[in-house]
C-alpha cells in the first residue's frame, strides 16, 4: 500500500513538473504552432491529475473540448492564416 501511495506521488510531482514546463514552453515560444502544442501538453497534463485525484468528470471534459476542439480549432487557424505578410 505505501509503495502504490509514492509511486502515485512520483506520477502526481512529474506531472506537475510538466504542467510547468508546457506551460513556459506556450508563453515564450517565438513559434505559434509550438505554443499551441505546448497548450496540448498541458491541457493533457492537467486532465491527466484531475483523473488521478477522481474528478473524472471534470478530466474528460478537458481532454474533450479543450484538447479536442479549442486546440484543434487554434491549429487550423494558424495554419490558414500562415505564410501571408502585409
Known amino acids: 500500500m505505501i509503495k502504490l501511495l509514492m509511486s ?17 514552453i506556450a508563453v515564450e515560444s517565438e513559434n505559434l504552432v509550438r505554443s499551441v502544442l505546448a497548450l496540448l501538453g498541458f491541457i493533457i497534463s492537467l486532465s491527466i ?6 474528478a473524472l468528470h471534470v478530466g474528460l471534459i478537458l481532454l474533450l473540448i479543450y484538447a479536442g476542439g479549442a486546440v484543434a480549432l487554434l491549429m487550423i487557424v494558424i495554419m490558414m492564416t500562415k505564410g501571408r505578410e502585409e
Open 8 to 24: 502515485l506521488e512520483i506520477v502526481e510531482a512529474s506531472l506537475l513538473v510538466m504542467l510547468v514546463i508546457f506551460s513556459i
Open 49 to 54: 491529475i484531475f483523473i488521478l485525484l477522481y
